[in-house]
Structure formats: C-alpha cells, structure tokens
C-alpha cells in the first residue's frame, strides 16, 4: 500500500480531532482505559449494590452505554449458576448477561479494491453509525453496526467527513462505513485449521445440558467452547421451533457475514435487526446455525431462537476448522462456500 499524500494526512489529522461526532459517548472522562470497557447490548441493565439480583438496584445503563469495567467477581452464592460473573463498575455491580467486551482500535484506511472483488471487514470500535447515499437525500443514517460483526465491502468512496468510506455489500441494501471503524481482515486470519484431514476425522458435538460444544479429531477433543442454544418457548402454529434441534447433522454452508432479524431465528426479541452476524456455519435448510454473537454474554444458557450462539473469537476458530474448508485465496469473489461438511451431534 502506498504512503498517505499530505492532503489526506491533514484530512486523518482533522478528524483525530473530531472522532468524537463518530465514536460513542462515555460517561466518565479522565483516566479512560478501553482495555476493561463493556456496551449496554440490551435497552438496560441495572447496577446493584452487591453482585446479586436480589440486592438493591442503585443505578441503570442503557443501550449502547460504555461501562468502565474495574474487576470480575462470582456473584453472591455462585449465583446465577449458569453464568456467575459480574462486573463491579461505578457504583455497584452489572451481571455481565447483557453487556459486550469491547475495544476502541482506529484503522489505516485502504487505497483501493480490485475490480470485481469483496473484501471481509470487522467492526473495531463499540459501535458505528453506517450511512445511505442517494443524490436526492444525500448522507441519512442507516444500521448500527457493532464490534466483532463482520461485512462485505466492494468499494471505496469518500464519505461525509472527507475521508475514505467503503461500501457494505448487504442482505438489506447497500450502505457505507467509516473506514476508521472497521478492520480489513488478511487472508491468513481465515487460513482453514488442519484443512488435510479426511472429512470423517472431524466432528462436533453439542451438550444441549451442559451447554458445551466441543470439536473432535479422531475422536480426540481439540477445541471447547460454552454456547447458548434455543429456549424452550410458544410458538404459534406454522412457526420454526425455538428449541436448538437435536440429531445428527452436517455443516452444509458456511458464510462469514450474514444479516439476521426475520422474526424467525434472531437470538433476543431486543435484537430484530442483526447485521454482520460472524462465522455463520448453517447446518440445517431451517436456518439452525453456528454463529457468533454480539448481543449478549450469557453462554452456558440458552438465549437464542434456534441456533447455537458463541463467543466470536471462538466461532471463527470453528468456521476455520470446520468442513467445507473457506478458502482464503477464494473468498474475495466466492462470499460463501456451501458442500458436504464436517459431521455434527446435538444431544442432552
């Protein structure tokens, strides 16, 4: 890549100086350290006087809210059971259920694209506010994208602030994001993890009881992860059950950015609208799938309505190593890979 010329080396100084009208508000101003940071992902969440729901409520933090993070500590009597963390923050303590860890990391924005091609980006900020362009309304706000989802971009334009903007290849339509905010992802970050092995050697197998999921080569585990799976609930007649199928299943398509939120198969009532859902590994033509998440912290209990949510680091591990193999060299034309994959266990 080319050096900046000095005009666009002024335009990345200027806006230094005001990231501020694009990047998230804090409530605390001196001393910040984004390395303990957390968002509000739901439309509140409460602080208590003691790690515990049962203690006092002293306060409340709403969506989208940055949390300065002091420590993790277990709840009072281990409690909840399934998932015993909570933060102490400002004033009391947060259950970390409904809060996302996150980071605040800048980006050299890219030059160019080659014609014809996509190009995979992450979110590296708590959240950026993508834009529509049309000549009649010029730049009007559109998605709210959020740390760790993960979107197409074919092209680069510059953007309302004068500098490079790139445009989101999306489900939804097409809109546009920072280029600061957003993370291009190397072809070596998607390398397939011990690609050579025969497709039999693999499996994976999900504890629906003990909310675990764990990958398995030769019948040896190499990789576990905690996951939240469907919850039981009503469904009128005709809808897709909520509860995570149990079964013998294959992957059968892989896709690493896909927008959710057709009522169906989202994972909380709050999030309708779901863009760049990571490392999506479908395995079932109802949509049931391997994802991660960056709407809750609540793994060890079923949340979604369906499929199997994980930590998005994990997820990426399990979309590198799993059957069919996503090939880097590929990737850029072929956004998707769909073939006859690793071997799946669902059980209780």
């Known amino acids: 890549m080319s050096t ?6 002024l335009k990345l100084g200027g806006l230094a100086l005001g990231t501020l009208a694009f990047t998230p508000s ?4 001196l001393g910040f350290d984004d390395g303990s940071l957390v968002r509000v992902a739901t439309d509140s969440v409460s602080v208590y006087k003691e790690p515990s729901d049962e203690s006092a409520i002293v306060g409340t933090w709403y969506r989208d809210e940055l949390v300065h993070v002091y420590e993790e500590v277990k709840g009072l009597n281990g409690e909840p059971k399934l998932n015993p963390i909570w933060y102490r923050v400002w004033g009391g303590y947060m259950h970390r259920a409904h809060l996302q860890k996150v980071k605040i990391l800048y980006n050299k924005p890219m030059e160019s694209l080659a014609e014809g091609t996509r190009q995979l980006v992450e979110v590296t900020v708590p959240f950026t506010q993508a834009y529509q362009h049309t000549n009649r309304y010029g730049w009007q706000p559109n998605l709210r994208l959020y740390y760790e989802s993960v979107h197409w971009i074919d092209a680069i334009g510059e953007g309302p602030d004068g500098i490079p903007w790139y445009r989101v290849f999306d489900a939804s339509g097409v809109y546009h994001v920072s280029s600061l905010h957003v993370r291009p992802i190397p072809h070596e970050d998607l390398s397939p993890i011990s690609p050579d092995l025969p497709y039999e050697a693999k499996r994976i197998e999900v504890n629906l ?6 990958a398995l080569e030769y019948d040896k585990p190499v990789f576990e992860a905690k ?3 469907g919850v039981a609930s009503v469904r009128k007649p005709g809808q897709i059950s909520t509860i995570t199928p149990i079964g013998e299943f294959r992957v059968f398509e892989k896709k690493p950015a896909v927008h ?3 009522g169906n198969l989202f994972a909380d009532v709050d999030d309708y609208e779901l863009p760049g859902v990571p490392w999506t590994m479908y395995f079932t033509e109802h949509g049931h799938a391997f994802h991660g998440t960056y709407w809750h912290d609540n793994f060890g209990t079923p949340m979604s309505h369906g499929c199997v949510n994980m930590r998005t680091s994990e997820a990426r591990w399990l979309f590198r190593w799993a059957m069919p193999p996503f090939k880097a060299d590929k990737y850029a034309t072929e956004y998707y890979v769909r073939d006859y994959g690793t071997p799946i266990r669902i059980f209780y």
């Open 4 to 9: 900046l010329s000095r005009r666009d080396f």
């Open 260 to 262: 959710m939120g057709d």
């Open 26 to 29: 804090v409530k605390f101003h």
């Open 227 to 229: 996951i939240a799976s």
């Open 209 to 214: 009881t003990t909310q675990m999921l764990t």
